[in-house]
């Protein structure tokens, strides 16, 4: 059984769903709630888990944990995963999820790694920048790696650029040794 398959199929209906009944934000706010709670609390997802466990004993925990904290098409799709036994796919379905709605919405995530601490002005425009080159809603973060010596290393999904001081002496170096033989 491909579970990444798997998985993947009902995060697209959760999402379709969503879509179709113009309820995607409370759906994606439960979704980062049950992905926050797992994390945070490893007995929730041993409970959906354990195949000892009756599906009617995993419902009656659901229904007294998320009723009045979850959209009701969460808590349906969650009723589903138990009684068609996918609940131990519940992170890998959240994380699925979490991809296909940053689709959806157009966001891409991008890292900085900079010799120093970036300022908010500076973030502020490259943020801008990276927005406006990748017409969407590009999710920024930073650290600062001193290694680097100057310059900064950019990566955003697949892609990476290296402005940074230590590889630009590097390719130098690896140049100079290349020129003398």
């Known amino acids: 059984m491909n579970t990444s398959i798997i998985s993947t199929r009902y995060a697209k209906a959760l999402i379709l769903t969503g879509i179709e009944q113009n309820c995607i934000e409370p759906l994606n706010d439960d979704i980062t709630l049950l992905r926050r709670t797992l994390k945070e609390n490893p007995m929730f997802g041993q409970i959906l888990s354990n195949p000892v466990i009756k599906p009617v004993q995993k419902h009656k925990v659901m229904d007294e944990l998320l009723t009045q904290k979850v959209h009701p098409i969460t808590l349906s799709f969650l009723h ?3 009684r068609k036994k996918r609940d131990f796919l519940l992170d890998d379905i959240a994380r699925r999820f979490t991809e296909l709605y940053e689709v959806h919405k157009g966001i891409k995530h991008a890292h900085i790694t900079s010799s120093t601490e970036m300022d908010t002005q500076a973030n502020d425009n490259l ?28 990566r955003v999904d697949d892609r990476r650029y290296d402005a940074s001081l230590a590889s630009g002496l590097k390719r130098m170096k690896n140049e100079l040794i290349k020129n003398e033989k």
């Open 80 to 82: 589903v995963l138990i």
């Open 127 to 154: 943020q801008k920048k990276l927005n406006e080159l990748y017409h969407a809603d590009v999710q920024l973060t930073s650290d600062v790696n001193a290694a680097l010596i100057g310059g900064f290393i950019l």
